[in-house]
């Protein structure tokens, strides 16, 4: 495989995955915590070490990747300030 063919492997790759990261907790409302915390932030820190694998092996052109920052980190900074409601630890979330 070619560094061309692989760059664009990553660089879908790595967008696919942020999406299913977003896409994952609010597929069903109200939000699906158990989603979130299961599935949006290990595709977060999926997401991260793509990048980083991008941005050391392709160093200015690796910073394509971070386009799907946004979708990728958007769950797991939520959770960081919002944290769970109190409605999560009863399970009783409608």
Avoid: E
Wanted: glycine share 4%.
């Amino acid at each position: 495989m070619t560094t061309n063919q692989t760059y664009w492997l990553t660089l879908v790759a790595s967008l696919v995955i942020a999406y299913l990261g977003w896409l994952a907790p609010s597929y069903r409302m109200p939000l699906d915590y158990d989603a979130m915390f299961s599935r949006s932030i290990p595709s977060a820190v999926a997401w991260t070490m793509i990048s980083i694998f991008c941005l050391w092996h392709f160093k200015k052109r690796g910073l394509w990747v971070l386009l799907g920052s946004p979708m990728a980190l958007y769950w797991p900074i939520w959770l960081l300030f919002n944290r769970f409601p109190p409605c999560y630890y009863l399970h009783n979330c409608a």
